[in-house]
């Protein structure tokens, strides 16, 4: 069963443009939706994330917009820069001490 | 904020030989680690979750004869690729929940393998 469904596999965008990745669930449990940064060669990192009681949080460039409803959040990444290309993941978690179910990655290039 | 490392960051071996992963969390106490693997251009797989004090939980699919985890204390968690061949090339990724705000977690750099 698939319970995490990321999308696009990958994804280009000019310098300044905005980039924008799509996560879609099926596990109405989860209660913790954050998006990882990975560049090649490294572990994740996390980026940003959201808890289910706020639609829309922002930090810097990056969002996130989160739809119950449709058991779906996206990210948000404005003004998008070179440094931004490397491989996203979204992690839909549940509270405590267990592990990640990872989409299966968005990999992004931003070009100048 | 937390830090959690890994040691080797690369190791190769040759085929049928064991080679020993550690992860450490450097400035808190992990009762719990994970330990994922990843293939080239793959997202992160669940391997097992590691405890403190008692046995692993493998995913379904790994090997736990395979893949020996030991969790000795409440900052170290190590995997043993036993046998290895050259399927288990991967990159091998560590992490752990944090104390204080529960729903995150660190990871560890990663450890490249490579059975020759």
């Known amino acids: 069963q698939q319970q995490v469904k990321q999308s696009p596999q990958s994804l280009i965008v000019q310098k300044g443009g905005i980039s924008i990745i799509n996560c879609a669930y099926e596990n109405t449990a989860f209660d913790y939706f954050p998006w990882y940064q990975q560049f090649p060669g490294k572990g994740p990192a996390l980026l940003i994330a959201?808890?289910?009681?706020?639609s829309e949080k922002k930090e810097g460039r990056f969002t996130i917009s989160f739809n119950k409803s449709a058991k779906q959040f996206s990210l948000h990444i404005m003004d998008s820069q070179p440094g931004d290309s490397a491989t996203y993941f979204c992690a839909p978690n549940f509270s405590g001490n267990t592990p990640l179910v990872f989409g299966k990655g968005t990999r992004l290039s931003v070009i100048a | 904020g937390a830090v959690v490392s890994q040691h080797p960051s690369r190791v190769i071996c040759k085929s049928g030989t064991s080679v020993k992963i550690e992860c450490r969390s450097l400035?808190?106490?992990?009762?719990?680690m994970f330990w994922y693997r990843q293939f080239p251009k793959q997202s992160l797989m669940l391997m097992a979750t590691?405890?403190?004090?008692?046995?692993?939980?493998?995913e379904q699919g790994v090997e736990k004869d395979k893949f020996l985890i030991n969790h000795a204390s409440l900052t170290l968690s190590t995997l043993t690729v036993t046998s290895a061949h050259p399927e288990d090339s991967s990159f091998y990724i560590c992490?752990?929940?944090?104390?204080?705000?529960?729903?995150?977690?660190?990871f560890g750099p990663g450890t490249r393998l490579t059975v020759t």
């Open positions: 992490s752990a929940p944090s104390q204080g705000r529960a729903y995150e977690q660190y």
């Open positions: 590691s405890n403190e004090g008692s046995k692993a939980t493998y």
């Open positions: 959201i808890r289910p009681d706020v």
């Open positions: 400035d808190f106490q992990a009762t719990t």
